[in-house]
């Protein structure tokens, strides 16, 4: 199918809006009426035909947009981009990994032509068409990871592995759920999740560290993680609170349903060949809570989620303030009817609602 | 699935190096590109040895950026469970095997302001690969070869023409052994050292670094530990409902492996921790021989390493 | 005697030990206030080791009430210096000068430990194997997350970042690259209601 890539924005004035073909492929996270964390990790070795899963890094409609807003963030603020000097070799993997997999899973949007270390990448939809030398960073305009994470949906963490740790060593972050990669870069697995409420006392951090240690070469894992935000803001970044931050009380009855997102993260992770490295890509989706509501199973679960979640969850993932109301909002939807098992929307068996 | 994912290859060719020492070459039969990979990094053969698959980790000792083939070069053991021997006496040019995607566990670390290199014997091949990597980068590096006399100086040669200024090689029995203290003594600070030969070489190496206070993550070192053979023994499979033996001179992983159980596994070699396997109940002496647990998980008798150690005694009672 | 025992915290929170006199081919201390009791102690046990050893000593307001007991301890090399910022290139040609097995062992407040701490990592040392002992005032170095300025001396909560202006809270979270604790702004929510200051762990 061909994508229609919208003109929108993600900040000012909010222009953005998800299509009903975003809607139904939304990456609802909950699979049961409940939440805790757990070390929810599985192959990404792709999914159903047209999910999010299905490619390995998955383009959707807001691509142009999302890489516009990208470019903004970082004119603004270019400490969202960082590597550490030992990190420009596995800033090359990412890229390499990058080309071949999109010009592979999307070729009527990207191609890559190789000829030894002589590379040639055309993104026809930003209108792209580069030669460049591989693994020769004057030929580029950007360090190799800046390059193509620019051209990429969702952010990047690439992680040294070494001393039975990963270090976050270089980074590409401007969708992220309110974490400064100027501040963290250079903390290792632990030191990073270390603002994370119940998670370490739980042994969460010491096993899902030693999934990722072991992660090998073709053969990437994936999860998903989640949070909320008032607004289609992309950037809630630390460094930007002090702007964002006072939009959580702009939320009301009337305008709850158009204006409350949840936020979710698909994360993945490839191991780098050349550098050994880990990359860590960390893919946001958003949907409002009146975008959700059409899909009824998720109606009934969110609401129960929400109503159930521990105080401190829900006050480190930034909305105790606004729960009330979220609630008082959710609770219409749900008639108590039982939910089945699964992230799916059930959509064959309860058709969306308008 | 266990293990790195599978490639398909077959022998291009075999160079017989000196009295001990072979190099193998490999392509693959898809006529893809091989994986790239990192210097240090190993890939798991699997061979067919009539009923039996052997699977033996070896150095990747190709220039990673080499993606047309692969190489290794193996050392004959004659008193080992025959692997080497198996490829030494068995294995022709054009035989289909079958290779794991590598694996790095001895990696460069590449903050490094200088790589100090020290090998011993076989232990020379993970560095080919690494030296070749940090050429690329303009890298600094530094390195200490210990071969037992000039016959069997595997590519002390091809070295020596390359490299003239960085590669130092010490023969054995012109009783010419590498001065370890004065060597570590007065490298610069952020020199990162790297061990890789028998286990008397590396144990001795970091321990005199140790003691000049170079600290423990300055210190890398790799040791090819083949699964020694050992008296049998049986083991209980509790999730399988399966009772093993294990025979002299097979691993109880490969025991495990051989009655159809899927046990996890990478290395093989008792170094990466992806094997261990927790213990239901155990009347009998372990042997653990591995570099995965600590003393106090070995001393309570509750895990155990399947890919290297063994079990003396009346019960053993895994949860696999 | 000025030391202070940290309440349990996050994993990013920096944690001190004591000194001891481990193995090392040449020694190097750098102190600050009553960092140099550390010192002084250390000393006492072993005063054959101040004869191997290089010291840069901060005295801040302690004043000169260390430097008798410092200049009897036959310090093979001992400085005297008015800030970390005026002792920093004489400290960092001490690390590109060095070559392995010096042993680094810092003392006195946070902020001397985290500064002197991230020019060693930055020389190649891997920070586990550097000695820490905390001593003397509680305060910290603190990196506004919205202007990137670098606050000293914090030592209350909420404080005023002394680049940019803004309420900031006082976050445990800490990078030992930027040798600072992360402070965010106070009243991004709700603007202009701050809570009164109080002073760290009191």
Known sequence: MTIQFKDETFRDDYTFKNSEWAVKRFPFPFHEDSYMYSVNMEQHKGGPEGSIY???????????????????????????????????????????LIMISKSEDYPDLFE???????????????????????????????????????????????????????????????????????????????????????????????????????????????????TMTVNPLLDTSPENYHKWGVQKGTLNPENIGEKQYLRVELQTFFRLPRSNALVFPIRCYLASFDDLMTVPKWGRRLHRVIRDLPEELATYKGFIDNRPMMLDYLSQYDDGKPTSDGIWPDLQTEPARD | MSGAEKINAKVSNIIKLNDLVTRFEFERTDGQLFPTFSGGAHTVI????????????????????????????????DEGRGGSLFLHNNIKIGDDVVLSHPVNLFSLDLRAKKHLMIAGGIGITPFLAQIKQLDRSHGNWELHYSVRNQSLGTYVNDLMAMHPNDVNIYYDDEKNFIDIVNLLDGQPLGTHLYICGPKGMIDWVVNEASKLGWPNETIHYEEFLAPKPGKPFQVKLSASNKVVNVGENESLLEAIEREGVDAPYLCRGGACGQCETSVIEADGEFIHRDHWLEDDDKSSGKKIMPCVSRFDGKTLVLDR | MSTFVFPESIKSRPTYGKLQNKFGKAYLFIADAEGAEAIIELASKDPALMQKAHVVYIP????????????????????????????????????????????????????????????????????????????????????????????EDVISDPFVCSHCGLNLFVRDHYSRRLAAFQGVCIDAEDPGNIPDSVELYK
């Open chain 1, 112 to 226: 890559l032509h190789r000829n030894g270390n002589n590379w040639r990448w055309i993104n026809k939809p930003m209108q792209i068409d580069h030669s460049f030398t591989f693994l020769d960073d004057a030929t580029l305009p950007y360090g190799p990871m800046e390059y193509i994470t620019r051209q990429t949906q969702g952010d990047f963490v690439i992680l040294d592995q070494r001393e039975s740790n990963l270090w976050m060593d270089a980074g590409m972050v401007t969708t992220q759920a309110d974490w400064s990669l100027d501040f963290d870069i250079g903390m290792n697995f632990f030191e990073w999740h270390a603002p994370v409420p119940k998670a370490h006392e739980m042994g969460i951090f010491t096993r899902a560290l030693k999934f990722l240690l072991n992660i090998q070469q073709g053969a990437p894992a994936r999860r998903l993680n989640w």
């Open chain 1, 54 to 96: 299905e490619k390995r890094f998955d383009v959707d409609e807001h691509y142009i947009s999302e890489m516009r807003d990208r470019s903004e963030v970082l004119k603004d603020d270019p400490l969202r981009c960082q590597s550490l000097p030992h990190m420009t070799l596995a800033g090359w993997d990412l890229l390499e």
């Open chain 3, 60 to 151: 801040k307001d302690t004043g000169d009430q260390f430097l008798k007991d410092l200049n009897n301890l036959n310090i093979n090399q001992l400085y005297i210096g008015p800030s970390y910022s005026a002792a920093q290139s004489r400290i960092i040609q001490a690390f590109e000068q060095a070559s392995m097995g010096l042993q680094v062992c810092l003392s006195g407040t946070e902020g001397l430990i985290g500064q002197a701490l991230r020019d060693a990592m930055a020389a190649g040392i891997p920070h586990t194997s550097i000695q820490t002992e905390h001593r003397g005032s509680v305060s910290r170095r603190m990196q506004c997350v919205h202007c990137k300025g670098i606050t």
């Open chain 2, 46 to 77: 699997e061979l067919k040895d009539g009923d039996l698959t052997r699977r033996n980790p070896y150095s990747l000792m190709s220039d990673p950026m080499d993606q047309d083939g692969y190489s290794i070069s193996v050392r004959r053991d």
